[in-house]
């Protein structure tokens, strides 16, 4: 079935930095892909839609200038979390979308400290 | 009013119960509809997908669909502690890619 790979599965990073945060679908080509973030015990809310060769469309009230969304090729999608600061700490999903549903990564757990 | 209402749980059950797990929304324009579990840590896996109204059977899930009431089930038979993770419904209508997701139900069931 149609696989996405996310890497890395979790991150820890300083107050300020910046992480980058990689999606690859692995056996379809992915035109279109989607980042998620959840809370604990909160449902997936969706930050962006990135599609390939163009700007990603991001959802009201989420920062296109702290979360770059990167779609250079059919098959790979990136998420840089800009300056992090411990609000940033989350758990970071991206999805694509195949012919029922989506297929979602593994999920990062990021920490900012 | 979300558009999509879930219990959060979570729902205790001992192992081989039947678990009967539930989403409302509001749109009546939704038409169609997924149940994922994902576990702790883990992306979100899809169990069911269906299209408006009926039943859908796949081993021990079944997922159903109310369109007139705006509710829609998923029943787990013969649970399995292993079936212990967090369901979460989603559902869309026609003309968009965008999923509504509830807030999942946390399921534990004890061995």
């Known amino acids: 079935g149609a696989v996405v790979s996310q890497h890395p599965s979790w991150v820890i990073c300083k107050s300020g930095t910046s992480v980058k945060i990689e999606c690859r679908s692995l056996?379809?080509?992915?035109?279109?892909m989607f980042w998620y973030r959840q809370f604990p015990k909160q449902s997936l809310m969706l930050m962006a839609t990135?599609?390939?060769?163009?700007?990603?469309?991001?959802e009201q009230g989420v920062e296109k200038d702290k979360f770059l969304i990167n779609h250079a090729s059919l098959t790979l999608s990136t998420l840089t979390v800009t300056s992090a600061h411990p609000e940033d700490s989350s758990f970071y999903i991206c999805?694509?979308?195949?012919?029922?549903?989506?297929?979602f990564g593994s999920g990062t757990r990021l920490t900012v400290v | 009013q979300k558009e999509v209402e879930q219990d959060p749980g979570p729902l205790s059950v001992p192992e081989g119960a039947i678990v009967s797990l539930n989403c409302t929304y509001s749109?009546?324009?939704?038409?169609?509809f997924m149940w994922y579990r994902q576990y702790s840590r883990k992306g979100p896996e899809l169990l069911m997908y269906?299209?408006?109204?009926g039943n859908k059977e796949d081993g021990r899930f079944t997922a159903q669909v109310d369109k007139s009431s705006k509710y829609i089930s998923l029943f787990i038979r013969d649970s399995q502690p292993s079936d212990s993770a967090t369901y979460l419904c989603?559902?869309?209508?026609?003309?968009?890619?965008?999923?509504?997701f509830g807030t999942g139900t946390r399921l534990k069931v004890l061995a």
């Open positions: 999805s694509a979308r195949v012919l029922y549903g989506y297929t």
């Open positions: 056996d379809f080509q992915a035109t279109t």
């Open positions: 990135s599609n390939e060769g163009s700007k990603a469309t991001y």
């Open positions: 749109n009546s324009a939704f038409q169609y």
């Open positions: 269906t299209y408006s109204s």
């Open positions: 989603a559902m869309t209508g026609p003309g968009t890619y965008k999923y509504i």
